[in-house]
């Protein structure tokens, strides 16, 4: 374990960012940089994957694995369930000065979330099939999932480990460790795609063989660091066994849960309708518009993240101040980004689309057509991912979850099975931004509730 002494000493670098400083607009873009590169790098690299599906193997396989990914998201939420709620546990007990049991609770999750990710790759690989056949895909479609899937499941526990580790680097103080490391799995997964898919014409294995590889590569390497002795706030030794604690993370990281199974359930739902409506074209076009949001929605996700555990831990330290400092900032920044990234995706659809599937002129008609109408979503979804991630952050995971679930459960559940009735294929591209304008009034009615209880506004 790390000493006090220790952590003092590494801390008195004038130039390291710490979880206590004053933090300024440059300061707080410094801080969470890392994570928003991070995360933007992520995407990607999950990007890369899409586009040599789609431009070597065809978009029947592209569509294909976009089915079959939202099970992924599924197996591997607790990872990102623990690594949120965690980080504001183990962040609030830094700030109340307790870094020996802050290691002891980081420990037991590390360790909790090997044996879930074990477990969850097992039970993938026995619903697979029937979840791919429940979707209702075209007969030409299950070989690809299935080859795509089954691959896929073998590096579970890896995919968890990835998301755990990248919120926990913030925590760590260590956000820009967690981006290098992001960066080669990233670049692991670009080049042997180019050499499995381009050159080796494996196909859908070759793109789930490159995937696995790099999961590795970003699960096993800060297993790794965090395991030896390191000059960070955080190291993997004897565990903290709590499962009380380990409850509580799960509780803080409710929402990510409810988040990420409910949109996995929602993009389901999505290709059901699109297979209904449109057929494999419907599911490719609503594919490519994913991809093309992904970098703009890992921004929001890489703020957030960086941000939290700052919240965490000036509530443990009970400054009030420096929480009000960041609650504006971060409100700004966020309804910023968003109105930005309304503009890029309105304007600049078109070529972003043909990247992908330029191939087929029909085919970019549809899904510019579409991304142009879902776009209208960045409005609002950036503040309520900045406020569902603030209430981890501040250890109400009740609130967190609620937002959450009315968010995408309520309103975009909702949306995506009532309004194509009346409007058809445009029902379906304008859901998530209908979802969004009725599930902000939620959040705002909770912002400004508890805003004196947490000292944020």
Known sequence: MLSFNRMDTDRSSKNRIQLSDHFTYRRLFAFVLPTIANMIFLSVYGIIDGLFISNCVGKVAFASVNVVFPIFSVLGVFGLMVGTG???????????Q?????????????YACIIIGVIMAVLGMFVLRPAIRLLG???DMIDPCMEYGIIGMFTVPCF?????????????????LGFWITISAGI?????????VYLFHWGVAGAAVATDISEVVGGIVPLIYFVRPNNSLLQIGRPDVDFRALLKACTNGLSELVSTVSESVVSMLYNFQLLRIAGSDGVAAFGVMEYCTFIFFAI???YNMGVQPLFSYNYGADNRDEMKNLFRKSIILMEGFGLV?????????????????GYDADLVDLTVHGIRIYSLLFITCGIQIFA?????????????AICATVRVVVCEISSVMILPIFFGLNGIWCSAPVAEAGSILVVFFFVIRLRRRYGYA
């Open 137 to 139: 895909v075209e007969p």
């Open 341 to 357: 990234m309304l503009a890029l995706l309105f304007f600049f659809a078109r070529p972003l689309v043909s990247v992908f599937v």
């Open 388 to 400: 569902t991630g603030m209430f981890t952050a501040l250890n109400n995971g009740l609130v967190s």
């Open 188 to 196: 692991t997964n670009i080049v042997l795609d180019f050499f499995f």
């Open 300 to 302: 929001f996700a890489g």
């Open 98 to 110: 307790k870094p020996e049991k802050a290691n002891g609770y980081f420990s037991f999750f590390v």
């Open 160 to 176: 968890m480990l990835q998301f755990l580790f990248q919120i926990l680097f913030v925590t760590a103080e260590k956000p820009r």
């Open 86 to 96: 965690g980080s504001a546990i183990i962040g609030k007990t830094l700030g109340e």
